[in-house]
C-alpha cells in the first residue's frame, strides 16, 4: 500500500473503519489509564522517599502506609489498573472480531470481484489468486491487529505522552521532540527496501504455490510414465528460491527491529542522564523527574511497535493491495449478451468470442431444444468451452459478440470440477442438491471412492477420473432446465462413460436441454445435434 492506511481499504471494506474507530476510542481510554498510572507511580514513590528524607525518624520503616494521602493514591493506583486491564480484554475481544469480519470481507470482496474477470485470465493466474485468498489474506491480519492499533496509538499516545512528559519538564520534552524524529525516518529508509523484498516473496510464492499444483495435478501420469522422480531437481530449485526470498526479508526485518530499538533505547537513557545530572544539582524536583522517567518510554513504545508490526505485516499488505486493485477495477462481465428463455431451450446467434489466440468461434448459431442431447464438437482451442462460459455469461462483455439465450436453472460441470477441502461427502453436498436427487445421481455415476475419505481443493486423495465423477454426480443431482458440460468423459473408463450418458439421456427424456462440449466419438454416438467448431458447417444428426 502507499498510505500506511490505503483509501481504498476505507471505501472497499467497511468493517475496516469500524475497526479504527472502536481500535481509537479504546487506545485513548489505554492511554489516559496509561498515563495515570505513571503519574500516580511517581507520586507515591515522591512522596515515601522525600518524606523519609526529610523527616528520618518520624518515618519508620512501614510507618509511610497509614498515612492517609498515600492510601488514597495507592487506592487510586490498584482502580487504574483494574479498570487498565478490563479496557485491554475488552480491546482485544472487540478488535478480534472486527479483524475476523475485515479479512472476511474483503476475501468476499475479491471472489466477487474475480467472478466479474475473465475466467480464461483468471485461471491462468491461479496460483497468483490461490495464494492471495488463502495465505495471503491470513498474512493481512498482523497488519488489522498489530500495525494499524500501532500507528493509531502513535497518532493518541505518542503526543500524549509527549504533552504530559512537556508539561512535568519542558528540558525532558525538548530531548524527546529531536530524538522522535529519528525513528520514523529509518522506517522510511528500511521500509521502501523491504516493501520491493516483499513483493519478490510474494511473486515468488505465488508461482510455487501454482507450480506445485500442476505437478500435483499431474502426478498421477507422471506415475504412469515412470517418470516420477524427474520433477525432484525442480522443486528442490522452487525451495531454494522460496527459502531465498524469504531468509531475505527476515534479514530486513532484523536490521530494522535492531535499529529502532537502538534508536529508542538512546533517546530514553538521554532523557535519563538529563534527569540524573540535574537531580544531583537539584534542577528538578523529584516527583516531575520520577513521573517523567516512568513515562518517557510510552512515547516510544507506539512507535517502535510501528516498526516491528510492518515486518510481520508486510506479505499481507501486498496481498491486500493487489486484492483492493482488483475489487477497484470495472466490471467486466456484464453479461448483457445473455438472455433467458421461458421455452427451455438454448439459442445462439451469431456467436464470435474473442481470446487470447483470436476468435474462436466466430459466428456461430446453435438451437438446443429441450428433450435434446446437443453436443459441441473440435479439437482443443476451438472454442467449445469459451460457448459455454458465454452460455453462462461468464464472459467480458467486450469479448462477445451475438446474442444467446439459455434457461434460468442451468447445472454446470467445467472442464476440472471446482472441490474443497474437506470429505468427499462435503464435495457432493457443496451445491447443496437435494438428497433424494443426489443419491440418485451417485446410483447411476458411483464417485468410487468412500463418502468420509479426506481431500483437499488441490484434489490430492483423488484421481482424475475420480474427480471427474465427483462432478458429474454433483451436476446431475441439481434440478434443472438445462445441462452444460465441458469434456465429462474425458478421463473416465468405457464402462462408466456409457452410464454417463445414460444419464444425461434421461435427463433430456425428461424435458431437459443437454449441451455437451466433447470430442469423443462416443458422445457424437449419442448425440440428437452435433455442431463443430472451427470454420466447419454445422451438422444436424
Known sequence: MAAPVDPALLRLVPPVRSLIVRTGI????????????GILIGSVAATVITRTALEPGAWPAGTWLKEPSIWWMLIALFAVVVVH???????????????????????????TALSHRDPRVVEEESGRWRHILGRGMED????????????????ISTPAALATVAYFDWVSGIFVLVTLPLIPAFMILIGTLTAQHTRRRLE??????????????????????????????????????????????????????????FIATLS????????????????????????????????????????????????GMESAKAALDLIAQPVQVAGSYRHLSKSGKVSVHNLSIDGREGTRPKDLSLQAEPGQVVVLAGPNGSGKSSVLLALLGQLPDSA??????????????????????GTVENNLELWAAPAPQLAHASAEIPVGVPASRQISS????????????????????????????????????????????????????????????????????????????????????
Open 268 to 315: 530514553v537513557a538521554l532523557v535519563a542522564v538529563s534527569i540524573g545530572l540535574r537531580l544531583v544539582a537539584g534542577d528538578i524536583e523529584l516527583l516531575p523527574a520520577l513521573v517523567v522517567l516512568i513515562i518517557v518510554p510510552e512515547v516510544f513504545n507506539p512507535v517502535r511497535t510501528i516498526g516491528t508490526s510492518f515486518h510481520a505485516a508486510a506479505d
Open 204 to 261: 515468488v510464492t505465488a508461482g510455487l504455490g501454482q507450480q506445485l499444483a500442476d505437478l500435483v495435478g499431474g502426478a498421477p501420469t507422471l506415475r504412469a510414465l515412470r517418470t516420477a522422480e524427474t520433477p525432484k531437481q525442480y522443486v528442490s530449485l522452487l525451495g531454494k528460491r522460496h527459502t531465498a526470498a524469504t531468509l531475505g526479508v527476515l534479514r530486513l526485518a532484523f536490521l530494522s527491529s535492531f535499529a529502532l530499538e
Open 140 to 155: 493481512f491480519r498482523p497488519y488489522l491487529s498489530q500495525f494499524l492499533p500501532a500507528l493509531i496509538a502513535a497518532c
Open 400 to 421: 462477445v459478440g451475438g446474442y444467446v439465450e439459455i434457461p434460468d436453472q442451468v447445472s454446470y460441470l467445467p472442464a476440472t470440477p471446482a472441490l474443497i477441502t
Open 26 to 37: 479504546f487506545q485513548a481510554l489505554s492511554t489516559v489509564l496509561v498515563l495515570a498510572r
Open 85 to 111: 486491564a478490563a479496557v485491554a480484554g475488552l480491546a482485544q475481544r472487540e478488535q478480534s472480531s472486527a479483524v475476523g469480519a475485515s479479512v472476511d470481507k474483503l476475501r468476499e470482496a475479491t471472489v
Open 458 to 541: 488441490s484434489g490430492s486423495g483423488l484421481s482424475a477420473g475420480q474427480r471427474e465423477r465427483l462432478g458429474i454426480v454433483r451436476a446431475l443431482a441439481c434440478p434443472a432446465r438445462c445441462y452444460l458440460l465441458d469434456e465429462p468423459t474425458a478421463h473416465l473408463s468405457p464402462a462408466l462413460v456409457d452410464g454417463v450418458l445414460a444419464a444425461l439421456r434421461s435427463r433430456a427424456d425428461a424435458g431437459a436441454t443437454v449441451v455437451l462440449a466433447s470430442h469423443d466419438p462416443r458422445v457424437l454416438e449419442v448425440a440428437d445435434r452435433v455442431y463443430r467448431l472451427e470454420g466447419a458447417e454445422n451438422e444436424p444428426k
